[in-house]
């Protein structure tokens, strides 16, 4: 396994839209298994191909407090939404950058497993937000363009400026 990078914004990548897969196979699960030492490497609940790089429509997530239910959801669609509400996200691509986001409380999506096997699960809480901002990047769209344009230029200037410091230290 190997941690891979996580692109920053405003990373034009992050903007690209991925594609679905054609056949789930053991390269396939070697992307997943390098994704999930990613995310917890990185003290994540949920991370995105596109945002490695690989524009696949593929995530992963684990939402549960141990870190211990690994899920991998690969051409993800939601298929029920229910209620609205405010939550607070965050997000590996935007470092030390929270905001809230009005999403659906409750979700049920339909998704292929690591062996190629249909399901569906339904979803609310932390998983349910988690879920939906991870397709959200499949579809080239980040959780601050939820923001009102001035937030979303002050999370960039802010981002740019630690770029650039983190680059002369190097």
């Known amino acids: 396994m190997a941690v891979m990078t996580i692109l920053k914004y405003p990373d034009e990548r992050l903007r690209t839209v991925a594609k679905p897969v054609e056949q789930v ?3 396939l ?9 990613t995310m917890y490497g ?12 690989v524009h696949k429509r593929l995530f992963i997530a684990d939402c549960s ?3 211990n239910e690994p899920l991998t959801f690969i051409n993800p669609e939601i298929i029920e939404r229910d209620g609205l509400h405010e939550n607070e ?3 590996l691509s935007f470092p030390n950058v929270y905001a809230k986001v009005e999403r659906a409380g409750k979700i049920k ?3 292929l497993d690591k062996n190629g096997d249909t399901f569906e699960r339904e979803a609310e809480g932390l998983l349910a937000i988690c879920i939906q901002h991870e397709i959200d990047h499949l579809n080239g769209k980040l959780f601050v363009d939820y923001l009102s344009p001035l937030k979303r230029d002050r999370i960039r200037k802010k981002l740019e400026k630690e770029a650039r410091l983190a680059a002369k230290l190097d």
Not at 29 to 37: A, K, P, V, Y
Not at 42 to 53: E, F, H, I, W
């Open 42 to 53: 990185s003290q994540g609940v949920g991370l995105a191909a596109t945002q490695v790089n």
């Open 109 to 111: 999506v339909r998704a």
């Open 65 to 67: 407090e141990n870190g």
């Open 25 to 27: 196979d053991d390269a």
């Open 89 to 91: 996200e965050g997000c």
């Open 29 to 37: 699960r070697g992307i997943i298994e390098d994704m999930f030492e």
